[in-house]
């Protein structure tokens, strides 16, 4: 079968080759991978900013359907439309597995990154990390499943936005749009900072629900984010731009003793004015990836619709295309770029 490896450093690192396709075992599915989003962790991979054991196929954000169950499986068949949890390997029997954190097992290897993931035509995963997708969620839109379990991880289960709260979102990019949802549906007021660069990006923030948006690079943008807030700053920031500068904006922005979430990975060691966080006690939090609560979660608000992640699929390429996929994410065209490992599936469904 088709897979885009990462073989070694960098992105000379990163080819399409063609390997043996997975064999299920007895507590596995198999799917056919429909497509696969790539992520800013992906790019992190790929410059070596974020761990991986090699060679590895890349790709944790997909869609896909079974073709095959392992003997011990019940409750899925043969045509099952599902999505998964990313934490394959996991000991089962540390604390933290025994808290179902599966994230913070020290034994953790994740799909994408410890093993093959979904840049590739087939996958096996174990089938207790799998969910079948509700059935008015198209394969396109179950995609971003992953990413919006990851800001409900962060902003609900290890932060928090209460109805009303001033909640300020920094980064208009895919998770920024995720976040501004969650925290919409939590009863935040919702405002979006950007640079002049966004300002599509801080349009399509107004259309999904954002009570403002400001272009941080203007004059005036901070009285004008402090009076929205009605001089008092915001409750809660989060940060999605893996940026330092974002970062100190947001301590500067939020209320005294607020509360910033730590969506954006920096790929590196950051600056940021810890001492004006120390004076304003900040509450830091952030979230590492998935785990079932946030996924199961993340599948509800899509299909109840408190969730639109529609306008955020913007690019779909054949996995033959990978370069102009990769060079797509990284100069952050439009919101989400889908690799398809089975080129049919780009006609076949929607
Ligand atoms: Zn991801
Ligand atoms: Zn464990």
Redesign the pocket.
Known sequence: MKALLKKGKGSDGISLERIEEPIVKANQIKVEIYAA?I????IHIIHDKYPSILPVVMG??YSGIIVEVGEEVENFQVGDRVVSLTATITCGKCSYCNQGLSMLCDQRKSIGSGVHGAFAEYMVVPAKLVYKIPENITLDEAILT??LA?AVRCIMERGCVNAGDFVLISGPGTIGMLALQVAKANGGNVVVVGTSEDSDRLGLALELGAMAVVNIEEENAEKRLMAITQNKGFDVAIECAGVSLSVNNCISLLRKQGMLIQMGLFGDEIKFDSDLAIMKEINLTNGF?TEPTSLERALRLLEFRHVDVSPLISNKVPIEDWKKAIHLAEQKVGYKTLIFPNVQNMFFYS
Request: glycine letters at 18%.
């Open positions: 989003g992520c800013g962790t992906d944790h954000e992953e990413p990851c990836a």
